[in-house]
């Protein structure tokens, strides 16, 4: 877990990941609250499926209902899978590229932690009076008529949590590309690598469209602005066009990474080179800027124009050309391969149709004509999940086993992982395809109830039935996490025998610096190159053994982010007007971060040095802990 | 980059290497700089000619980007070795926030 093995009380560990730096620790924070947040919003989602599980049912109130399927949208996009995939990006990004961490450690723990209480503000809004009830994407109309504090509690947590993603990003990109090993050329970048990669980029050019947005929501409901308000010279539709702007790209945020696990995956399992490599990358990159041109394919129905309408109907359609490109070179990837179906492969393998139907409806939603018919109805549900759970979450549960071992050191159960499998995937098509015809028999989307005369009974309560078997799905992942816990069994270096990429040459996990010496990478899949040469130790170097800096911990990006959290409150509660108490709590807020921030800027932090001598004695640690793992059993999949 | 406070030690050859490309540098500062006043000087007169303001505005807005390349290039060593990466997020970054403004006047307010 730690640096060394010492054995450290609970306190000191909870203190240790409050204050770490470290990018693979920081990958577990982001994954158990991505983790956690995943359950809320499966929970949520649970409410909503039961609702709608029988005509005219009353198990939630209408009000109700559209505070759950609004929180439902918003956590699992903001909360769970942009966050989970940012524990894989962190732990595993830098390993790929041969870097001790990312370049910008204290950055990295306050992105976090900004995200961290950015989610945990807007989820307070449950007990406060509460939940924003205006769609995740809170179209301004509704978002400026409703009453109570939920949107603003949207507003000002997605803001903050906003701040945390954007810091990723920019940390990411420059990771990329000023830390790469010696002979890590961009075109021998691993494609998880590549993705992340430009999934930053769209992170850096895609947030501030929605923050500039959220900003003058914010001025509108606190502070009587009229940005929006129609009736006092403002225009509601700009919202929307602010919301997509980044809404588009935000999609393409999350399926990128997503393709690039997927991308490892069928190379590992296929014992294969990923087949049209160049190919790949560059319909990455393609996609990266189309993503940004088609936007208003959401807003067909608003009355933009034929114009308008025809020019984003014919970017979207396009944006499917380096999609599927990617879905063929997958496709050829397999081909001829010696494949093993371990579980992400299962996962991997299943995605390809998942998907593919996902962006086939995209295509028709892009038809702006038939677009008249689609939108708002339970065929956009069906579309987005196909492509999100098809996509990103199964992405997700196969990352999850693929880098469990390189995260933790020991193997999730492949037994159990199957069984997830099984009942997430049919439970996941159970749910999602039938509302395809859903909506194509007139169910509109974000209604609490529905007639019993109407004809939908029998394919909401199938629907239903699905959600179930995905929600046992992810019980079986926990328990499974739980008994591989507990179990313990560490495994090595390569857990499943045939990683391509240096992150599999090191220890599992690595230890704290990573690399003891950097490596040397001599063409795409090094590890692979040099196993294939017979390198025993699965490595060439680019310098000799020597002293290796490293940055301190540090407890002020947690301070620092909890002044924000602190002064959303003082922001929030202040024009209600009565309360007293609101102002000084936003001052004092801001006083803790600013605070924070001039500590940071005059103290100076030199980081520690960790002497040959240190690393020698840690290596050998390490190689007696193999010797001891190999005389036991050996860990790993066979 | 240029503005070494402290000692370095260099060959003669390495000595006359920076000399020459600092020279060059210097010129194409000074070059740019007259540019640079020249436009701006078509820019007023532009303005103070009272032309139409559909002829004014564009060139001035084409007047302005020059500029900005200009200083990129000569002022901000944006032609440098090692700028490609940024070159690049810059004029995508340019490209994609140019078009999206376009596209979203032009739908919004006519
Ligand atoms: C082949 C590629 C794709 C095409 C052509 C496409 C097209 C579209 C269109 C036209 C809509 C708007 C439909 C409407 O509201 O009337 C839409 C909605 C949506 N798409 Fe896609 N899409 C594609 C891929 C994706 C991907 C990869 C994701 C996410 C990972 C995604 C997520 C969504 C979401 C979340 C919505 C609904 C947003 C909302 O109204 O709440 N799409 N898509
Ligand atoms: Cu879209």
């Given at each position: 877990?730690?640096?060394?093995?010492?054995?450290?009380?609970?306190?000191?560990?909870?203190?240790?990941?409050?204050?770490?730096?470290?990018?693979?620790?920081?990958?577990?924070?982001?994954?158990?609250?991505?983790?956690?947040?995943?359950?809320?919003?499966?929970?949520?989602?649970?409410?909503?499926?039961?609702?709608?599980?029988?005509?005219?049912?009353?198990?939630?109130?209408?009000?109700?209902?559209?505070?759950?399927?609004?929180?439902?949208?918003?956590?699992?996009?903001?909360?769970?899978?942009?966050?989970?995939?940012?524990?894989?990006?962190?732990?595993?990004?830098?390993?790929?590229?041969?870097?001790?961490?990312?370049?910008?450690?204290?950055?990295?723990?306050?992105?976090?932690?900004?995200?961290?209480?950015?989610?945990?503000?807007?989820?307070?809004?449950?007990?406060?009076?509460?939940?924003?009830?205006?769609?995740?994407?809170?179209?301004?109309?509704?978002?400026?008529?409703?009453?109570?504090?939920?949107?603003?509690?949207?507003?000002?947590?997605?803001?903050?949590?906003?701040?945390?993603?954007?810091?990723?990003?920019?940390?990411?990109?420059?990771?990329?590309?000023?830390?790469?090993?010696?002979?890590?050329?961009?075109?021998?970048?691993?494609?998880?690598?590549?993705?992340?990669?430009?999934?930053?980029?769209?992170?850096?050019?895609?947030?501030?469209?929605?923050?500039?947005?959220?900003?003058?929501?914010?001025?509108?409901?606190?502070?009587?602005?009229?940005?929006?308000?129609?009736?006092?010279?403002?225009?509601?539709?700009?919202?929307?066009?602010?919301?997509?702007?980044?809404?588009?790209?935000?999609?393409?945020?999350?399926?990128?990474?997503?393709?690039?696990?997927?991308?490892?995956?069928?190379?590992?399992?296929?014992?294969?080179?990923?087949?049209?490599?160049?190919?790949?990358?560059?319909?990455?990159?393609?996609?990266?800027?189309?993503?940004?041109?088609?936007?208003?394919?959401?807003?067909?129905?608003?009355?933009?124009?034929?114009?308008?309408?025809?020019?984003?109907?014919?970017?979207?359609?396009?944006?499917?050309?380096?999609?599927?490109?990617?879905?063929?070179?997958?496709?050829?990837?397999?081909?001829?391969?010696?494949?093993?179906?371990?579980?992400?492969?299962?996962?991997?393998?299943?995605?390809?149709?998942?998907?593919?139907?996902?962006?086939?409806?995209?295509?028709?939603?892009?038809?702006?004509?038939?677009?008249?018919?689609?939108?708002?109805?339970?065929?956009?549900?069906?579309?987005?999940?196909?492509?999100?759970?098809?996509?990103?979450?199964?992405?997700?549960?196969?990352?999850?086993?693929?880098?469990?071992?390189?995260?933790?050191?020991?193997?999730?159960?492949?037994?159990?992982?199957?069984?997830?499998?099984?009942?997430f995937f049919i439970g996941f098509h159970l749910t999602f395809f039938i509302q395809h015809f859903l909506g194509l028999m007139g169910m509109p989307r974000r209604v609490y109830t529905f007639g019993a005369d109407q004809g939908w009974d029998l394919f909401n309560a199938i629907s239903t039935v699905g959600a179930f078997f995905m929600a046992v799905g992810v019980i079986i992942l926990l328990v499974n996490v739980v008994m591989t816990t507990i179990k313990n069994e560490r495994v090595g270096n390569d857990p499943w025998g045939d990683g391509r990429t240096l992150e599999w040459a090191i220890p599992s996990p690595p230890p704290f610096y990573n690399f003891a010496q950097t490596p040397l990478v001599r063409g795409l899949d090094p590890y692979w190159i040099e196993k294939m040469e017979g390198n025993k130790e699965g490595m060439i170097y680019a310098e000799p053994l020597g002293d290796i800096h490293m940055p301190n911990n540090s407890f002020i990006p947690f301070v620092m982010s909890l002044g924000m959290f602190v002064a959303s409150f003082g922001a929030l509660y202040h024009l209600d007007g009565d309360k007293a108490w609101a102002l000084p709590v936003l001052i004092i807020g801001l006083?803790?971060?600013?605070?924070?921030?001039?500590?940071?800027?005059?103290?100076?932090?030199?980081?520690?040095?960790?002497?040959?001598?240190?690393?020698?004695?840690?290596?050998?640690?390490?190689?007696?802990?193999?010797?001891?793992?190999?005389?036991?059993?050996?860990?790993?999949?066979? | 980059?240029?503005?070494?406070?402290?000692?370095?030690?260099?060959?003669?050859?390495?000595?006359?290497?920076?000399?020459?490309?600092?020279?060059?540098?210097?010129?194409?500062?000074?070059?740019?700089?007259?540019?640079?006043?020249?436009?701006?000087?078509?820019?007023?007169?532009?303005?103070?000619?009272?032309?139409?303001?559909?002829?004014?505005?564009?060139?001035?807005?084409?007047?302005?980007?020059?500029?900005?390349?200009?200083?990129?290039?000569?002022?901000?060593?944006?032609?440098?070795?090692?700028?490609?990466?940024?070159?690049?997020?810059?004029?995508?970054?340019?490209?994609?926030?140019?078009?999206?403004?376009?596209?979203?006047?032009?739908?919004?307010?006519?």
């Amino acid at each position: 877990m730690s640096s060394n093995a010492q054995k450290t009380g609970f306190g000191a560990t909870i203190w240790d990941y409050i204050t770490t730096v470290d990018h693979k620790k920081i990958a577990i924070l982001y994954l158990i609250s991505g983790g956690f947040f995943f359950l809320v919003g499966g929970v949520e989602a649970m409410l909503i499926r039961i609702q709608l599980m029988k005509a005219g049912n009353d198990f939630l109130s209408a009000g109700t209902y559209n505070e759950v399927l609004t929180m439902h949208g918003t956590t699992m996009i903001f909360l769970a899978a942009m966050p989970i995939l940012f524990a894989f990006m962190n732990s595993i990004a830098p390993l790929q590229i041969g870097a001790r961490d990312v370049a910008f450690p204290f950055l990295n723990s306050l992105g976090f932690w900004l995200f961290f209480f950015g989610g945990v503000f807007l989820n307070l809004s449950w007990f406060l009076g509460g939940a924003p009830d205006a769609g995740w994407t809170n179209y301004a109309s509704l978002a400026l008529a409703s009453e109570g504090h939920g949107i603003d509690f949207y507003s000002l947590g997605l803001t903050i949590s906003g701040f945390g993603s954007l810091i990723a990003g920019i940390n990411f990109l420059v990771t990329i590309i000023n830390m790469r090993a010696p002979g890590m050329t961009y075109m021998r970048m691993p494609l998880f690598t590549w993705t992340t990669f430009v999934a930053s980029a769209l992170i850096l050019l895609a947030f501030p469209p929605l923050t500039v947005g959220i900003f003058f929501m914010i001025f509108d409901r606190l502070f009587g602005a009229n940005f929006f308000d129609v009736t006092m010279g403002g225009n509601t539709i700009i919202w929307e066009h602010f919301f997509w702007i980044f809404g588009h790209p935000e999609v393409y945020i999350l399926i990128l990474p997503a393709f690039g696990i997927f991308s490892e995956i069928f190379a590992i399992f296929s014992r294969k080179r990923l087949f049209g490599y160049t190919a790949l990358v560059f319909a990455t990159i393609l996609i990266g800027f189309y993503g940004f041109m088609v936007w208003a394919h959401h807003m067909f129905t608003t009355g933009l124009g034929p114009t308008a309408n025809a020019v984003f109907a014919l970017a979207t359609m396009i944006i499917a050309v380096p999609t599927g490109i990617k879905i063929f070179n997958w496709l050829l990837t397999i081909w001829g391969g010696s494949i093993s179906f371990t579980v992400p492969m299962i996962y991997a393998v299943a995605f390809i149709p998942s998907f593919t139907a996902g962006g086939v409806t995209g295509v028709m939603q892009a038809i702006a004509p038939l677009d008249y018919q689609l939108h708002d109805s339970y065929f956009i549900v069906a579309h987005f999940h196909y492509v999100i759970v098809g996509g990103v979450v199964l992405a997700i549960l196969a990352g999850t086993h693929l880098y469990w071992p390189k995260m933790f050191g020991t193997m999730l159960s492949e037994k159990l992982g199957k069984w997830t499998f099984w009942f997430f995937f049919i439970g996941f098509h159970l749910t999602f395809f039938i509302q395809h015809f859903l909506g194509l028999m007139g169910m509109p989307r974000r209604v609490y109830t529905f007639g019993a005369d109407q004809g939908w009974d029998l394919f909401n309560a199938i629907s239903t039935v699905g959600a179930f078997f995905m929600a046992v799905g992810v019980i079986i992942l926990l328990v499974n996490v739980v008994m591989t816990t507990i179990k313990n069994e560490r495994v090595g270096n390569d857990p499943w025998g045939d990683g391509r990429t240096l992150e599999w040459a090191i220890p599992s996990p690595p230890p704290f610096y990573n690399f003891a010496q950097t490596p040397l990478v001599r063409g795409l899949d090094p590890y692979w190159i040099e196993k294939m040469e017979g390198n025993k130790e699965g490595m060439i170097y680019a310098e000799p053994l020597g002293d290796i800096h490293m940055p301190n911990n540090s407890f002020i990006p947690f301070v620092m982010s909890l002044g924000m959290f602190v002064a959303s409150f003082g922001a929030l509660y202040h024009l209600d007007g009565d309360k007293a108490w609101a102002l000084p709590v936003l001052i004092i807020g801001l006083g803790i971060t600013f605070g924070s921030m001039l500590v940071r800027s005059w103290k100076d932090d030199l980081g520690f040095i960790v002497t040959k001598e240190e690393l020698i004695a840690d290596q050998e640690r390490i190689q007696r802990e193999a010797q001891a793992r190999e005389g036991g059993k050996n860990g790993g999949l066979k | 980059m240029a503005h070494d406070t402290h000692d370095i030690h260099r060959s003669r050859a390495e000595y006359e290497f920076v000399k020459r490309k600092r020279a060059t540098e210097m010129r194409g500062q000074l070059t740019s700089f007259a540019i640079m006043i020249f436009l701006t000087l078509i820019a007023f007169t532009l303005v103070a000619a009272e032309f139409s303001p559909y002829l004014i505005v564009p060139i001035l807005l084409l007047l302005a980007a020059i500029q900005v390349v200009l200083q990129l290039y000569h002022f901000m060593h944006m032609g440098n070795k090692g700028h490609g990466m940024m070159a690049f997020f810059m004029f995508s970054g340019m490209f994609i926030a140019f078009l999206t403004v376009l596209a979203m006047v032009t739908i919004v307010w006519w």
